[in-house]
């Protein structure tokens, strides 16, 4: 059974930081891995897929990188505002393509 | 375009009744799935559909849950005789197809069994 830890699970950093948040899965099999935000009382935002084959992807300030091999992916934020304050999830597709397994997430706090 | 809807948004209801949930995916996405969040916990996978087919129904949790899903479209999970273990967050989500593209998540229907 795919098992998807995110360390750490609470994290506080001041305005402008460079920050990295971690995500580990048991199983390499994997399709793709999606990061997501998850605002308070709200669903969950994709921020980030990478497939199987892809080692990162950017997006503005954010960017996902992914060793399959290790099993490990990391979300590095640039120069964090407030407003990234929320939850981030990593979830792994398995192979079939399918059911996410999604990790407890990281609960990040940028403070002004 | 229209993102994926949830409906309720909250839903209260006493043990032992039974309770709707409803999804509308984003239109021409074939795929569409529900996951539970209960407090503290991470997402579980419940069911997914490919068009109106569900193939892997081995995540929901008991007898008690069913889903289906009408015209490759709007589907709805049915809870019956809830515990008040169900209290959760029920997430429904949609992608192109089966494992192709992100999963686009709807808000969630936030259920309290009491």
């Known amino acids: 059974k795919q098992e998807v830890t995110q360390i750490p699970a609470a994290l506080s950093v001041p305005e402008g930081e460079n920050l990295v948040l971690n995500c580990s899965f048991t199983d390499s099999a994997i399709y793709n891995l999606q990061w997501f935000r998850q605002d308070p009382g709200k669903g969950l935002t994709s921020l980030l897929l990478?497939?199987?084959?892809?080692r990162e992807q950017t997006s503005g300030r954010l960017n996902a990188s992914l060793d399959k091999s290790s099993g490990r992916s990391t979300l590095y934020i640039a120069a964090s505002q407030p407003g990234d304050s929320a939850t981030y999830l990593c979830?792994?597709?398995?192979?079939?393509?399918?059911?996410?397994?999604f990790g407890k997430g990281t609960s990040l706090l940028v403070t002004p | 375009g229209a993102g994926v809807s949830q409906s309720p948004s909250n839903k209260v209801t006493e043990k032992g009744k039974d309770v709707e949930l409803r999804c509308d995916p984003i239109s021409g996405h074939t795929a569409l799935y529900w996951y539970r969040q209960r407090l503290g916990q991470g997402l579980e996978f419940l069911i997914y559909f490919q068009g109106n087919s569900a193939p892997d129904k081995s995540g929901l949790p008991s007898d008690r849950f069913s889903a289906e899903r009408t015209g490759e479209s709007v589907s709805t999970l049915t809870i019956q005789r809830t515990q008040q273990e169900d209290s959760a967050v029920y997430l429904c989500?949609?992608?192109?197809?089966?494992?192709?593209?992100?999963?686009?998540f709807g808000p969630g229907t936030r259920l309290t069994v009491t």
């Open positions: 989500a949609s992608s192109l197809r089966q494992g192709v593209g992100e999963q686009y």
């Open positions: 990478i497939q199987s084959s892809q």
């Open positions: 979830a792994v597709s398995p192979n079939s393509g399918y059911a996410l397994n």
